[in-house]
């Protein structure tokens, strides 16, 4: 259903997409096409969207914490996309999937987001199970956002090669930044969706308990290990594209 509402709304943009200049109306219009795209795009494999919500879940942190981190992994993506089709062509981008030097950006963004695994994962097993539950870490994570968002956005990718083919440089820019727009919301979702989660669960139980400061230790050790697992993936998946 998704990827069949995706198509669709990938097809409706490439009608109008070129027009977009020519009044308001269909200024309005296509915006919210290239936001709908971008929402619905987000919610396909890939985005970062297991890696935002296993570091969340494991952590607490501020729900601003997963609009930022949201913004900046949507951002980011649509950057690279578009700078990599500005730089290199269509020929970044094989079936939707990035291959050459847009698979090496996402070797790099693998590296990136196992790291990140292996740090918090060392700060969950060290810092032991009585302050576990006292993570309150309000602090922008921009390298999380920076990491998840390296994965060049396939969809952007195309857009935006279609509007260069179209000679249309300009709308083919504000598609995709609508496009990241879009895409910002759906994974800011995700992660305030594990905040939240969270929260509620500290809420419904009692912290003060060791055995439930336990529990969150072995969650939070149990989610960094998972965002390491995540990055080792990126790699292996990246690497046979890579040439």
């Keep these: ?32 096409l290239a936001i709908a795209l971008g929402c619905v795009h987000a919610f396909t494999p890939g985005h970062g969207k297991s890696v935002v919500f296993s570091h969340f879940i494991g952590r ?4 601003a914490a997963g609009l930022g981190v949201g913004t900046v992994a949507a951002t980011a993506h649509g950057v690279f996309a578009v700078l990599l089709v500005s730089l290199l062509g269509g020929a970044v981008s094989r079936f939707g999937r990035p291959v050459g030097a847009a698979a090496g ?29 006292d993570r309150r870490d309000g ?19 195309i857009v935006f090669a279609y509007a260069l083919g179209s000679q249309a440089l300009a709308a083919g820019l504000v598609q995709a930044g609508f496009v990241s727009v879009g895409a910002a ?7 305030t969706i594990a905040i939240a989660s969270r929260r509620l669960g500290l809420k419904l139980l009692d912290p003060s308990r060791r055995s439930v400061r336990i529990v969150m230790q072995v969650i939070e ?23």
């Design 139 to 157: 602090r922008p994570r921009p390298l999380l956002g920076v990491a998840v968002g390296m994965l060049p956005c396939p969809l952007t990718m």
């Design 1 to 32: 259903m998704i990827f069949s509402l995706q198509r669709a709304l990938q097809q409706q943009l490439g009608v109008q997409g070129t027009q977009m200049f020519d009044s308001v109306p269909q200024f309005l219009g296509t915006a919210g």
């Design 60 to 63: 607490d942190a501020h729900p």
């Design 185 to 191: 919301m759906t994974i800011a979702l995700i992660g």
């Design 105 to 133: 950006v996402e070797v790099f963004s693998g590296v990136i987001v196992a790291a990140i695994g292996v740090w918090y994962l060392a700060k969950a097993i060290t810092g032991g199970a009585d302050h576990a539950h």
């Design 221 to 243: 050790i149990g989610s960094s290990a998972i965002v390491l697992l995540l990055g080792v993936l990126m790699l292996a998946a990246a690497f046979p594209r890579v040439a």
